[in-house]
């Protein structure tokens, strides 16, 4: 059974950067078959889609985020990591990883989320 | 602002049936595959319809979901307590090159 977990800091100051590893148990990040995401949930507010990798190392994001964003992967620790530039108040949310089955249009395995808030 | 569009909220009674409508475009729903996930108060989302229709292992078959031109809808048959939660459509929209959700649609089992 697939496991993904997110991980960093569950605080960071306005205009600094946002850091978060997902550490992905029970399957590999080097399959070519999906794409490894991120996804936030402001409080109170909807799901919003950050963007995703695949392991050959294409990316895509939302393109209100992509200049500000940054996901890699790490096929030898089997993680895969979110930076977000430059935060505002605005990017507090429960930030949560996931696999992304390309060609079908699904998230099939979330991870548990983590709360990011920012704040001075 | 979602690029899908869901209605806010849907009640029911216990027992009873419900749909939740997601509402899209050419460049997404009309395109691609849609999927829905289930949020209950305080988890992470789950997923419950993919490629349109299809139940992941251990989703009951109360639960069903089907797509026309730019729309799709969720439907939940005899509707439990615990079926209270947040229902999210999504799916890729080809013109943003980027997954999209709806706004979400919170389901109250009266």
């Known amino acids: 059974q697939l496991q993904l977990q997110e991980s960093g800091p569950g605080l960071v100051k306005p205009s600094e950067t946002l850091s978060l590893t997902c550490t992905v148990s029970?399957?590999?990040?080097?399959?070519?078959?999906?794409?490894w995401g991120w996804i936030r949930q402001p409080p109170g507010k909807g799901l919003e889609w950050i963007g995703c990798?695949?392991?050959?190392?294409?990316?895509f994001y939302d393109p209100s985020l992509k200049s500000r964003v940054t996901i890699s992967v790490d096929t030898s620790n089997n993680q895969f990591s979110l930076k977000v530039r430059s935060v505002t108040a605005a990017d507090t949310a429960v930030y949560y990883c996931?696999?992304?089955?390309?060609?079908?249009?699904?998230?099939?395995?979330w991870g548990q989320g983590t709360l990011v808030t920012v704040s001075s | 602002q979602s690029v899908l569009t869901q209605p806010p909220s849907v009640s029911a009674a216990p027992g009873q049936k419900v749909t939740i409508s997601c509402s899209g475009s050419?460049?997404?729903?009309?395109?691609?595959?849609v999927s829905w996930y289930q949020q209950l108060p305080g988890t992470a989302p789950k997923l419950l319809i993919y490629?349109?229709?299809k139940r992941p292992s251990g989703i009951p078959d109360r639960f069903s979901g089907s797509k026309s031109g730019t729309s799709a809808t969720l439907g939940i048959t005899g509707l439990q307590t615990g079926d209270e939660a947040d229902y999210y459509c999504g799916t890729w929209d080809d013109s943003l090159s980027a997954g999209v959700f709806g706004g979400g649609t919170k389901l109250t089992v009266l």
């Open positions: 050419s460049s997404n729903i009309g395109d691609n595959y």
């Open positions: 990798i695949y392991n050959a190392g294409s990316t």
């Open positions: 490629e349109n229709h």
């Open positions: 029970g399957g590999s990040t080097s399959s070519r078959s999906y794409c």
């Open positions: 996931a696999r992304w089955v390309g060609g079908f249009e699904y998230l099939d395995y």
